[in-house]
């Protein structure tokens, strides 16, 4: 076999089944092979580059091959590079979580590992679940999440998650939750506008817990950002809401930091947005740089002293996976906290956000962009075929693939969310890097042909 772009192509095919893709779309459109990568670049076999705007499905913080964080994952790789953790611990993981709970809100003091974002949020479900009937709250077994809300695509994350066309067809595999109305300001529950709001719709959650409270374990929220719903970007005055709403009617508060956790909306973590303390944080993706895959889930000690009882009393969480905590993971997670002080990251990137979001601003003038929403180094612009009604695009007129097609052309990675284009920057993004990628954008979004 050769080593031409089409053989190992042809092979890719012949073998692999892509997550969320339509594979027989692979023909016309098939994926790019990368060879290597170097900060926010990658490079595919022809030489060709791309800026990897989306951070690699929003896991990559500081860049690829950073030379940090690659030693601390070569070092660790001599020592250990896995052991199971139950019975065994290592020293990166105590490090690891004496790191995040020193950086977590300080009621959260407790952390289990996981190996994804999906078995972060269910680790959070079921110890929800466990901690009520451990106390003898028995019947508070219910979830509310949102309409527009995505926490994985495991069954119990998928209970909990909104985002119809992901999740509709395996609707009769999942356990019925509540459901509550989206804080989508573009298109307001309430039909207020944003100079007009006064967070209204918080009205759907407290309607279904002053209802439903005594049945209900937890609210799972996405915080400040519903990003795989549409990068919906929603006041921090909502989320303090839902927090005193959580607290008010005694059920627990999940917040699903997988993808807003390390940095991506201008804060260590969104939450601080708010100021809020939830009783649990679920965290993945950038947890390791997007170097390898981890998840973390952060309680608080109420929730951990309802577990810790005598063996036998029902009150075990039994609950685990083959690589949960892995050493190598963990070496790379402290790598990139380090990072984090050394570079600076959270400062610099305050340099670079009101450059970002002004640029961004800038397409809302044209004619198929409807609402642009931005939060941190994430910005997002909603296409609609009519800027009076905001009608959207219909699903068959594909019109994100004509964009993520004109954005490859232009080196940059245009992955769309059904109407929705965004931009999740590794946080190592250079100003001129920056303004190439808004420039690629508007041109993109220009050359798609409407
Ligand atoms: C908010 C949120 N939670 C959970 C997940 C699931 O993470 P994973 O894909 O690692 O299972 C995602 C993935 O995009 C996410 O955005």
Not at 228 to 244: S, V
Not at 330 to 340: D, H, I, N, R, T
């Amino acid at each position: 076999m050769g080593n031409s772009m089409v053989d190992w192509i042809k092979r890719d095919l012949k073998h692999n089944w892509h997550p969320y893709t339509q594979m027989k779309d692979c023909g016309e459109f098939p994926p790019i092979l990368i060879e290597k990568a170097r900060g926010v670049k990658l490079f595919d076999n022809k030489g060709n580059f791309y800026y990897d705007t989306i951070s690699s499905w929003w896991c990559n913080v500081h860049g690829h091959n950073h030379p940090r964080i690659k030693k601390a994952i070569k070092i660790q790789l001599d020592r250990l590079e896995h052991v199971l953790f139950a019975g065994f611990t290592h020293k990166g993981v105590i490090l690891l979580a004496e790191k995040l709970v020193s950086i977590a809100p300080k009621n959260l003091t407790r952390v289990f590992f996981s190996d994804n974002g999906s078995t972060a949020v269910e680790t959070a479900l079921k110890m929800s679940f466990q901690y009520w009937k451990n106390i003898g709250k028995k019947k508070k077994t219910k979830f509310v999440s949102f309409e527009d809300g995505y926490h994985g695509d495991t069954v119990g994350a998928m209970s909990v998650g909104g985002v119809d066309p992901f999740n509709k067809i395996f609707s009769p595999l999942v356990f019925s939750s509540f459901k509550a109305a989206s804080p989508y300001c573009y298109r307001c529950p309430e039909g207020k506008e944003k100079t007009t709001c006064n967070i209204e719709c918080i009205k759907s959650l407290e309607a279904i817990l002053k209802a439903g409270h005594r049945g209900i374990a937890a609210v799972i929220l996405e915080p400040m950002i519903m990003a795989a719903g549409g990068m919906i970007i929603y006041p921090a005055e909502y989320l303090k809401k839902a927090a005193a709403l959580a607290k008010k009617y005694n059920v627990h508060l999940i917040l699903d930091e997988v993808a807003t956790g390390f940095g991506r909306t201008g804060k260590m973590f969104a939450s601080e947005h708010a100021r809020v303390e939830p009783d649990f944080m679920c965290l993945s993706k950038g947890l390791t740089a997007g170097y390898l895959p981890m998840g973390a889930t952060l309680t608080t000690e109420k929730v951990y002293q309802a577990f810790y009882a005598d063996y036998g009393k029902g009150k075990t969480f039994f609950h685990g996976h083959t690589f949960t905590a892995n050493p190598i993971a963990a070496s790379a997670a402290l790598a990139s906290l380090a990072v984090f002080k050394e570079e600076n990251t959270l400062r610099k990137i305050k340099t670079l956000m009101p450059i970002f979001h002004k640029g961004l601003a800038k397409l809302k003038n044209l004619s198929i962009v409807g609402d642009v929403r931005c939060i941190g180094m994430i910005g997002a612009v909603e296409l609609v075929k009519n800027k009076q009604t905001r009608k959207p695009f219909g699903l068959n007129e594909r019109i994100g693939l004509k964009i993520y097609k004109e954005g490859l052309k232009r080196n940059i990675i245009l992955r769309p969310l059904g109407n929705v284009i965004y931009l999740y920057l590794p946080l190592c993004i250079k100003e001129y890097e920056l303004k190439f990628i808004l420039a690629q954008t508007s041109c993109s979004l220009q050359s798609a042909g409407i």
